[in-house]
């Protein structure tokens, strides 16, 4: 289940069964076939363009969590390890696991981190008891992955050490990265390709294992579980035009991933436009517009273990 921090807005397909990153690209490509160092390397871009926010919000837990020292925490869903990375530069005296289903990228984790972090392949929903006991734990757009959002925070409540925080990155608002009108087809092409992502996400929700339809209200949840609520921020990702190659890059798979996800969903006309944001040379392709930008908001939802 290996998130990243796409808001589910990000990747979906973000996703995959498996794992943030994966699930939303790569569908039902056996494990053996699938390109894990394509996936790493745009997972970790992915991570390092919400490095800011998740440094911010980090340094907001540090001090949500008051007086009691951290000693473990846990990224539930860490795909190749950059949020874990922060995470343990804000808590420099605690062991922190990078935790995810992939073995390739927890491997990927050990190596960019040179040893810093810990790791701790799961399966979840059926290997949470193997995650052992923390003092925090963050877990960034995993959930959604998980048939059973409420059984499956209820599960991470359980691990929790007394006065210990839970801290779920969920939600949040889609990227943008170009303006309404930007001389491609009709204007408002981004908001209807929203509209077919979320169709799709809610699709690809129906058909998780354990699938249980959910009023997604994250407080409420966190509350179910046993937790106390203590507190919701949102956390800006702002990168103005013009962008830097590799944001460039990134843009570009996602917009691959969504042309392979949503092309015969859209009209004509919307995928020419993406066609055209596609093409590598083409100076109205994402890669060189000058107006291209990435602008997105990532909401970080906690609760303490009383």
């Known amino acids: 289940m290996s998130a990243q921090q796409h808001g589910h807005s990000h990747g979906h397909g973000h996703s995959h069964s498996h794992s943030h990153g994966h699930a939303h690209g790569h569908g ?14 745009h997972l970790e871009l992915e991570a390092d363009l919400r490095a800011g926010a998740v440094t911010e ?3 907001w837990l540090f001090g949500l969590h008051g007086e009691g020292e951290v000693r473990r925490v846990l990224d539930v869903g860490s795909g190749p390890g950059v949020i874990a990375g922060l995470l343990a530069e804000v808590f420099p005296a ?41 003092d925090l734990i963050w877990s960034g757009n995993a959930v959604h992955h998980l048939g059973d959002q409420q059984a499956a925070l209820t599960s991470l409540a359980g691990v929790l050490r007394p006065g210990g925080l839970l801290a779920v990155a969920e939600s949040g608002l889609p990227a943008r990265y170009l303006p309404r009108d930007f001389g491609l087809g009709r204007p408002g092409f981004q908001a209807r390709m929203d509209a077919a992502h979320e169709d799709g996400f809610s699709a690809m929700r129906a058909e998780l294992p354990g699938s249980t339809q959910e009023i997604e209200d994250w407080p409420a949840m966190l509350r179910r579980a046993g937790l106390t609520p203590t507190g919701t921020r949102t956390f800006l990702v702002d990168h103005p035009a013009p962008l830097a190659g590799p944001v ?16 015969e969903q859209l009209d004509a006309e919307d995928r020419a436009t993406l066609e055209a944001l596609l093409a590598e040379d083409a100076l109205t392709g994402i890669l060189h517009r000058p107006d291209a930008f990435y602008l ?3 909401t970080v939802h906690t609760a303490r273990r009383d």
Do not use: C, I, N
């Open 57 to 59: 919000a980090g340094q």
């Open 28 to 41: 039902h490509v056996p494990a053996a076939d699938f390109d894990w160092d394509a996936l790493a390397a």
């Open 94 to 134: 605690a062991e922190v696991v990078a935790v995810d289903q992939s073995a390739a990228l927890l491997e990927r984790a050990r190596t960019r981190s040179g040893g810093r972090l810990g790791t701790q392949q799961a399966d979840l929903p059926e290997e949470f008891g193997k995650l052992g006991e923390a």
């Open 296 to 298: 997105s908001a990532m």
């Open 248 to 263: 460039r890059g990134y843009l570009h798979t996602q917009l691959t991933r969504r042309h392979d996800q949503l092309a």
